[in-house]
């Protein structure tokens, strides 16, 4: 079937969903005959309708060939804004993934161009065939800011899951939410496609990168030129034969033992299965209705899984000092019968002491790489490669990094956007060489711009208006800007400095730098605040005060499972219990948690967390901060962490004591309202009685409610007042 033949069924297909009159609003009848020239005249696009405010102003077409942006049929089919019909009606019928990147595929094939064509606008500069996934996005979360657009980076990021993935066609977007289980959780897919790409420095007027960087003008970043499919319509002259290769690998296992000595394997048996994962972590999709190019992590029954080898459980010794890297919990005595050392006291020293045998876990996680073969191509233009990730859930799925970064920098209410234990990272702003150390690596080290965001070349003459005013739409995204920044080491990828083949020292990303199983990872960074990634759930309340930590974006009482609902991390968060006829506040020890064994229990949640907003997400980090000035801890961390959190969640409208606050402080909060549980924090101990509890004593018990414009404020029996607010 050619090109338009496809557009043709698609747009038969839509039609009467509310389709034929939505876009013949804009002069453009999708059920002409001719198609192809009513594809091509020129329109009157009404952006006054909902979804086509951020429509490029310099789109007058349904496909305007080689520009996305600028194509109005693919703007109505690809935008998560579109969703109701030219009455205000929500539409009936939505594309499949699919069909949208047949249309994608009709833009560019509409006038196909000639391989010097190419060349000559790239003016001279290296021509390849690289390797892109991909997003159209809205105006606010493109690379210029100006219009909706497809945003493109040599990094893509999957996810693991225990189910199969889900396609959210009115959102155009996958999502991890697995109905009627709380505990479901759905891999998340990337898309791949090849673009004959030209070689340029960063150029801020032209492509990028996003988020422009002192450097990025020195730096080579590949930038797309033209979209490659199969067939006669892609590139005049020629006859295309396309196909993506990809290579992943999971070598966590092997490198613990490369690190550590002593811990009975070595090579060559580490180089082998379990040690090294090549198979059955990814795959592509097969179905039409997916499209191609769309890299499937393979579902895994439970996140985390036990090791074996030649059929035999797969024990080591664990090595001394792993820095929670390593999950070292579970062990083998002498008769090889099965031991839980949470089961034990001191269990937090004995895994740091380690020289016991341990059970090794291993994960779906991964990284590599994905690659083009395209006939007759290959013969007349080199290969560059994406750098393929396989990385861990996204407990809030529908924030991303760079967002946060953004509103925390513009943000007038935070004096310092530092607020975060660490300092806050996108992937997309990293600029270090893929993983060299992988199988056939196509990779380079002079390749710094790998995980960068970057945009088709356009127009610095164009007219589009920007479009703030146009609220981002929240969903997922496959792009490095959604990941966190490698901090110690990171969420979804780590880093390593590695000598090069100079003797200067590099830096560069790898999937075997992280936690084995990644659950490490997030127990360590949830119980810091959120400290790695930032976008992370924070376990701060969840267990007993330590060291200066405190709570950065608190979790609701919901989320950690003080309700109805299940806990994300399946863990019991604080309790108000009578002991010796006072209040205290009873925590389960951060010691004797184990999050591998949350995984292999399948006992992870992302039900409630995944579905929070990146606006609520804003206002909880928002409003926690104002409760620490309030309580006069300021941004001190260790005046912070003697003020713990008992109790958080949004207030529903009506609410009695919302209503009684209001009445004796005589002021009525506007808009969202959190209330917060506090309570100054005296001595804490372990009670005889069980050894994986702590007990911490009340000084004094504060409850606040926090609207947008005013805090309301209440010391144990007093009545409400205003709370004054530090400028």
């Not at 609003?25 to 594809?39: M, Q, T, Y």
């Not at 912070?640 to 008992?646: S, V």
């Amino acid at each position: 079937m050619d090109l338009l033949q496809s557009i043709n069924r698609l747009c038969a297909r839509l039609a009467p969903g509310g389709w034929h009159s939505l876009l013949l609003s804009h002069g453009l009848d999708i059920l002409a005959v001719p198609l192809d020239a009513e594809l091509i005249k020129p329109l009157t696009i009404d952006r006054s309708l909902r979804g086509f405010e951020d429509f490029a102003s310099a789109g007058i077409r349904a496909i305007e060939a080689a520009q996305p942006a600028r194509s109005l049929l693919y703007h109505a089919l690809a935008s998560p804004g579109v969703t109701h019909d030219d009455a205000g009606q929500p539409l009936q019928l939505f594309p499949t993934p699919g069909e949208i990147e047949a249309v994608l595929d009709y833009v560019y094939g509409v006038s196909p161009p000639t391989l010097e064509s190419l060349q000559q606008q790239a003016q001279g500069r290296p021509l390849a065939v690289a390797v892109f996934a991909s997003q159209y996005r809205n105006a606010a979360d493109t690379v210029h800011g100006q219009h909706a657009d497809l945003c493109f980076s040599r990094t893509g990021i999957a996810r693991v899951g225990t189910a199969p993935c889900q396609y959210d066609a009115q959102l155009r977007s996958f999502l991890p939410f697995v109905e009627h289980d709380p505990y479901g959780i759905r891999i998340m897919p990337v898309r791949y496609s090849a673009y004959i790409a030209m070689q340029h420095r960063g150029d801020a007027a032209r492509f990028g990168p996003m988020d422009f960087q002192t450097g990025d003008a020195e730096l080579d970043f590949w930038v797309p030129l033209h979209k490659l499919f199969n067939g006669r319509q892609c590139l005049a002259g020629m006859d295309l034969t396309m196909d993506l290769e990809n290579h992943q690998v999971n070598e966590k296992l092997r490198h613990i033992h490369l690190r550590h000595s002593a811990t009975g394997w070595q090579e060559p048996q580490i180089s082998q299965p379990p040690f090294v994962i090549r198979d059955d972590l990814a795959h592509w999709a097969t179905l039409d209705d997916l499209g191609p190019g769309l890299l499937l992590p393979q579902v895994k029954a439970k996140l985390v899984e036990e090791a074996t080898y030649q059929g035999q459980r797969l024990s080591f010794i664990m090595p001394a000092n792993t820095g929670g890297m390593v999950h070292g919990r579970h062990t083998l005595d002498e008769e090889g019968r099965f031991e839980d050392l949470n089961d034990l006291e001191g269990v937090a020293e004995r895994v740091k002491q380690g020289g016991y045998l341990a059970l090794h876990y291993h994960d779906g996680t991964a990284d590599g790489w994905v690659r083009a073969h395209c006939q007759p191509l290959d013969n007349l233009l080199p290969s560059v490669a994406a750098y393929s990730v396989i990385g861990a859930p996204d407990f809030f799925a529908l924030c991303s990094q760079r967002q946060l970064i953004r509103w925390a920098r513009e943000e007038p209410a935070l004096p310092n956007p530092n607020i975060w234990h660490a300092r806050l990272e996108a992937l997309s702003n990293v600029r270090y060489c893929a993983n060299l150390n992988l199988q056939d690596q196509p990779f380079s080290a002079e390749d710094r711009g790998v995980t960068a965001i970057v945009a088709l070349p356009y127009d610095t003459q164009s007219t589009s208006l920007p479009a703030k005013s146009v609220a981002p739409i929240a969903r997922p995204s496959p792009l490095p800007d959604a990941a966190a920044g490698i901090f110690g080491p990171g969420w979804e990828v780590g880093w390593v400095r590695q000598r090069g083949e100079d003797g200067s020292w590099l830096n560069m990303l790898s999937g075997y730098q992280m936690a084995s199983p990644f659950t490490e990872d997030v127990r360590i960074c949830a119980a810091l605040g959120s400290y790695w990634p930032g976008v992370a759930p924070d376990s701060a309340r969840t267990f007993e005060p330590r060291s200066s930590l405190h709570s950065i974006i608190p979790l609701t009482d919901a989320e950690i499972g003080q309700g109805d609902a299940p806990a994300w991390d399946h863990q019991q968060g604080p309790q108000l219990v009578e002991h010796d006829g006072r209040m205290l506040v009873r925590y389960h020890a951060y010691e004797y948690s184990d999050y591998t064994q949350v995984a292999l229990d399948g006992r992870f949640s992302l039900h409630l967390t995944g579905r929070v907003t990146p606006q609520e997400y804003q206002e909880r980090v928002l409003s926690m901060h104002r409760v620490y000035n309030v309580l006069g801890a300021g941004s001190d961390h260790g005046q912070r962490n003697t003020w713990p959190l008992l109790a958080f969640r949004r207030v529903q409208r009506p609410d009695p004591e919302l209503d009684t606050a209001q009445q004796e402080a005589g002021l009525i909060l506007d808009g969202w309202v959190h209330r917060y549980q506090v309570y100054k924090r005296g001595a804490s101990w372990t009670p005889d009685s069980d050894f994986k509890l702590r007990y911490v004593a009340i000084e004094r018990q504060v409850s606040l409610l926090v609207g947008a414009g005013a805090i309301l404020i209440k010391e144990e029996s007093a009545a409400w007042q205003v709370a004054l607010e530090a400028l």
